[in-house]
């Protein structure tokens, strides 16, 4: 099907709407994106019609339940390429899973004096995890740098992975800068010294796709909440081997094999991962997104996001004491800037009176702040749902906003 750009926002009930009498233009999906219709009416028909706990029921509804929940996870697992539904393990979000990993990849294999290479454009949920297991084990955090650019200094790599690093976790693209990562240049220089390596993929997965095997990466994570489907649902996509020798992170119903009070033997891949009464509905209704990605044309939202990212960048540069932070060569639709002067809430603040939702501070990325020296940023993020005259809207916006703050 052609991408119709009328059709795509005719999917999107919530786009339609006016705030404080303006035309909504929503330019925050970098923090979650918004739900076609097919989703909220399936997340609908499974509450209204099908709920039902999962795995341990022999009735009609909870059979019918777990066969679509595993559907959802082949749906996942076809979506990243993985090579089998053992490796695709559904959590909370990608914090969810960056916290799984970092503790039970950490129990597994990380002890006193190892290190953990992350890079410093990391949002804090790729942060903190490892930081509370370096503390826990008495491991050291070690960090990639970026350039003036927002693109990783790689030529500091090699020197960086030692016979200590244990594992490399590292963002595909940047929240706050914009930044693709080279990640298979990364994960060939990691592999090469036996050292894995997880990705964080919360702001790739909904811009082009991704392909586990092709990267070849160990751990990849993201948040069905960014990739249009519901909140409090997520993936960790692990290799089967790595799974298999980590032990669980909690403990629960249906991670278990079985149960005494002396003893208890877990549940074979991904269950072991699963403890608990699943977020079934979560996790169908990001296939359901997924689904809808596809019949929408993954390649087709990349081409039509490289001519929105292109616009994007020529109307801000257009405009006089506006500032961006990040212009990596390859670059997601994440836009961060600064106005001359101007402080970031007074921007946001006037955006949303127009009508137009940005989101303005850290974006949970403190260090990139602290790398140029700034309280924060106004960020502008958008999808393929987002058009060229909502940009149009924004830079109008922002010289509003100059000529009313300067
Ligand atoms: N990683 C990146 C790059 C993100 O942008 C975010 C959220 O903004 C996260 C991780 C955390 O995602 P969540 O809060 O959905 O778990």
Same mark, same amino acid.
């Given at each position: 099907?052609?991408?119709?750009?009328?059709?795509?926002?005719?999917?999107?009930?919530?786009?339609?709407?006016?705030?404080?009498?303006?035309?909504?233009?929503?330019?925050?999906?970098?923090?979650?994106?918004?739900?076609?219709?097919?989703?909220?009416?399936?997340?609908?028909?499974?509450?209204?019609?099908?709920?039902?706990?999962?795995?341990?029921?022999?009735?009609?509804?909870?059979?019918? *339940?777990?066969?679509?929940?595993?559907?959802?996870? %082949?749906?996942?697992? +076809?979506?990243?390429n993985a090579s089998s539904t053992s490796e695709v393990i559904f959590t909370s979000g990608a914090t969810g899973s960056i916290n799984a990993v970092a503790f039970s990849f950490g129990e597994r294999y990380v002890k006193a004096g190892d290190e953990i290479l992350i890079s410093e454009m990391e949002h804090h949920s790729n942060i903190v995890p490892w930081q509370m297991l370096c503390q826990r084990k008495g491991a050291k955090l070690k960090i990639i740098p970026f350039d003036h650019n927002g693109e990783l200094l790689l030529?500091?790599?090699?020197?960086?992975?030692?016979?200590?690093?244990?594992?490399?976790?590292?963002?595909?693209?940047?929240?706050?800068?914009?930044?693709?990562?080279?990640?298979?240049?990364?994960?060939?220089?990691?592999?090469?010294?036996?050292?894995?390596? *997880?990705?964080?993929? +919360?702001? *790739?997965?909904? &811009?082009?796709?991704?392909?586990?095997?092709?990267?070849?990466?160990?751990?990849?994570?993201?948040?069905? &909440?960014?990739?249009?489907?519901?909140?409090?649902?997520?993936?960790?996509?692990?290799?089967?081997?790595?799974?298999?020798?980590?032990?669980?992170?909690?403990?629960?119903?249906? *991670?278990?094999?079985?149960?005494?009070?002396?003893?208890?033997?877990?549940?074979?891949?991904?269950?072991?991962?699963?403890?608990?009464?699943?977020?079934?509905?979560?996790?169908?209704?990001?296939?359901?997104?997924?689904?809808?990605?596809?019949?929408?044309?993954?390649? %087709?939202? !990349?081409?039509?996001?490289?001519?929105?990212?292109?616009?994007?960048?020529?109307?801000?540069?257009?405009?006089?004491?506006?500032?961006?932070?990040?212009?990596?060569?390859?670059?997601?639709?994440?836009?961060?800037?600064?106005?001359?002067?101007?402080?970031?809430?007074?921007?946001?603040?006037?955006?949303?009176?127009?009508?137009?939702?940005?989101?303005?501070?850290?974006?949970?990325?403190?260090?990139?702040?602290?790398?140029? !020296?700034?309280?924060?940023?106004?960020?502008?993020?958008?999808?393929?749902?987002?058009?060229? %005259?909502?940009?149009?809207?924004?830079?109008?916006?922002?010289?509003?906003?100059?000529?009313?703050?300067?």
């Amino acid at each position: 099907m052609a991408f119709s750009i009328d059709r795509i926002r005719n999917d999107f009930p919530i786009l339609h709407q006016k705030v404080y009498n303006k035309p909504l233009v929503y330019l925050d999906n970098g923090a979650t994106t918004h739900k076609p219709a097919v989703v909220i009416e399936t997340i609908k028909e499974l509450q209204e019609s099908h709920n039902s706990s999962i795995h341990r029921g022999i009735h009609f509804l909870s059979e019918q *339940m777990t066969s679509r929940y595993e559907a959802a996870r %082949e749906t996942v697992r +076809a979506f990243l390429n993985a090579s089998s539904t053992s490796e695709v393990i559904f959590t909370s979000g990608a914090t969810g899973s960056i916290n799984a990993v970092a503790f039970s990849f950490g129990e597994r294999y990380v002890k006193a004096g190892d290190e953990i290479l992350i890079s410093e454009m990391e949002h804090h949920s790729n942060i903190v995890p490892w930081q509370m297991l370096c503390q826990r084990k008495g491991a050291k955090l070690k960090i990639i740098p970026f350039d003036h650019n927002g693109e990783l200094l790689l030529d500091q790599l090699d020197a960086l992975l030692t016979e200590q690093t244990k594992l490399v976790a590292l963002t595909h693209a940047s929240n706050s800068l914009g930044t693709i990562n080279p990640v298979k240049e990364v994960i060939r220089r990691a592999h090469a010294r036996n050292i894995p390596v *997880m990705l964080d993929g +919360a702001q *790739m997965v909904q &811009h082009g796709k991704v392909d586990v095997k092709e990267l070849d990466c160990d751990f990849y994570v993201f948040s069905s &909440h960014k990739i249009f489907g519901p909140t409090g649902s997520g993936v960790l996509y692990g290799k089967e081997s790595l799974l298999e020798e980590m032990p669980p992170y909690q403990g629960g119903g249906d *991670m278990v094999d079985q149960v005494t009070f002396e003893d208890t033997s877990y549940n074979t891949l991904p269950f072991k991962f699963e403890a608990g009464t699943a977020n079934y509905i979560g996790a169908i209704g990001l296939a359901t997104a997924i689904d809808y990605l596809k019949q929408v044309g993954i390649s %087709e939202i !990349g081409l039509y996001e490289k001519e929105l990212i292109d616009y994007t960048k020529q109307k801000l540069g257009d405009i006089e004491g506006l500032i961006i932070y990040g212009n990596a060569k390859k670059r997601i639709s994440v836009f961060s800037f600064l106005l001359d002067n101007i402080h970031t809430y007074d921007a946001g603040m006037i955006l949303d009176k127009m009508g137009i939702a940005v989101r303005t501070g850290t974006h949970c990325t403190q260090p990139v702040m602290d790398h140029f !020296g700034i309280s924060g940023t106004i960020r502008a993020s958008l999808v393929f749902y987002n058009t060229r %005259e909502e940009v149009d809207r924004l830079a109008e916006g922002i010289e509003q906003t100059i000529k009313m703050l300067s």
